[in-house]
């Protein structure tokens, strides 16, 4: 049985890759010479046109001898491609919808330095659930480009009369087309890089024969898992197997376990006892995002001249539950992420102390939201106020979290 291909790669090779690149794209007949980005890893093309290469590095480093050479053929093969948008009629048979990271489309706020760049996707996606975007692509031969909001204005449409003529077309070509894996839940198998975007079409899971509502996580554009939200056992083998292979996928999605219910896809309640492995993967999610995303931010803050602590989220496990926390520190205005607790220092002279995020926003908060970024943060321009402080000194310390070591 052929899986999808899940290519991994490490190495410190993306300089030579980017210089390959580069000598291809002038072996096709580019004239100017590109820059070279190598924070960022990306080629900046005559015209304003930009090529983030991590992607392809990494199909490229796991390709082997010729192949090597035929990824970087498919790496420059949009310069011969007509990329030219075109009106709605010209290109309608080539939409298809595409489900991504939230956070990632999000953070285009956060590394984009032209403001038209900043809110190209603002009109042009759908929150399907929390961590996942829909958006539209043309899909060509050698390349996918995604639907702007501008774009939307050039046509004179809304974004949901382009979504749905997008999956009409996805609809036309899927069969119910998954594989039966150990344990008892399935794995899509279209090989066509759009399996994740199948979440549009729910009816190709009654086709499975589920034990409840289906359960899926899409892991990338290449594949989704998917079990029935009344099968223990098939939930447990399907987060094993994402625990196993995410870390390996060539353009990770998700983590996230959602479920299909009245007719909308919403979080997967994972408290539940015997969901610890689905409930991990949830806030494995989360600690993804925040950490992707603090670099950027920090970047970010300093280029507007706002000197802003950026809070990491931190981990335990405890009562064999993943937990989250962050540190708020008196001294510092900082920007929180959203946590199941929040480690507090009132001042120099107080130890800190652990308390409920629920509990932190009732006394302290509400804190402003900051803007354009997801997954949220909240910014806490001081440390706590004495009475503030008075009133969180009464509340309970997490029963989940670690107590303070005696001296």
């Not at 079409?201 to 086709?207: E, N, T, V």
């Not at 006394?363 to 440390?383: N, S, T």
């Not at 004495?386 to 000194?393: D, M, R, S, Y």
Request: glycine share 6%; charged share 20%; aromatic share 10%.
């Amino acid at each position: 049985m052929k899986l999808p291909s899940f290519l991994s790669g490490g190495g410190s090779e993306q300089d030579r890759f980017a210089q390959l690149v580069m000598a291809r794209l002038r072996k096709r007949g580019l004239k100017d010479k590109p820059l070279y980005d190598k924070q960022q890893f990306k080629l900046s093309l005559p015209g304003g046109a930009s090529m983030f290469l991590f992607n392809s590095f990494k199909a490229w480093q796991a390709a082997n001898g010729a192949e090597k050479d035929q990824q970087l053929d498919i790496v420059v093969g949009f310069l011969n491609e007509d990329r030219r948008t075109g009106t709605l009629d010209e290109v309608a048979s080539s939409l298809l919808p595409t489900i991504r990271n939230r956070s990632q489309i999000q953070n285009t706020y956060l590394t984009s330095t032209i403001a038209l760049e900043r809110g190209a996707y603002d009109a042009a996606t759908r929150v399907i659930c929390d961590d996942l975007l829909l958006l539209v692509a043309i899909d060509r031969p050698t390349s996918m480009q995604l639907v702007h909001g501008a774009t939307l204005d050039a046509w004179s449409v809304g974004f949901a009369d382009v979504a749905d003529l997008a999956t009409e077309n996805l609809r036309a070509i899927s069969p119910c087309k998954f594989v039966a894996m150990r344990g008892g839940f399935h794995l899509s198998n279209y090989g066509d890089h759009y399996d994740g975007s199948r979440i549009l079409l729910p009816h190709l899971f009654d086709q499975l024969n589920l034990h409840g509502d289906p359960v899926v996580i899409v892991l990338s554009r290449e594949a989704i898992v998917v079990a029935g939200s009344e099968d223990p056992q098939g939930l447990d083998a399907m987060a094993s197997f994402v625990e196993t292979e995410l870390p390996k996928v060539l353009r990770p999605t998700s983590y996230l376990p959602i479920v299909y219910r009245n007719g909308a896809w919403g979080r997967l309640e994972t408290e539940r006892e015997g969901r610890e492995r689905l409930h991990a993967l949830s806030v494995r999610q989360c600690l993804w995002d925040y950490a992707e995303q603090k670099p950027l931010l920090e970047q970010h803050l300093a280029q507007a001249g706002r000197d802003l602590f950026v809070a990491s989220l931190l981990n335990f496990e405890s009562d064999r539950r993943l937990r989250t926390f962050c540190t708020w520190t008196y001294n510092a205005a900082t920007l929180l992420p959203q946590a199941d607790a929040v480690y507090v220092k009132p001042n120099e002279e107080q130890a800190a102390v652990a308390r409920a995020w629920s509990d932190v926003v009732r006394i302290c908060g509400p804190f402003p939201e900051e803007p354009h970024v997801y997954p949220p943060r909240f910014l806490a321009q001081q440390g706590p106020t004495p009475e503030q402080w008075e009133q969180l000194a009464a509340c309970e310390w997490p029963a989940w979290f670690p107590l303070p070591k005696a001296s």
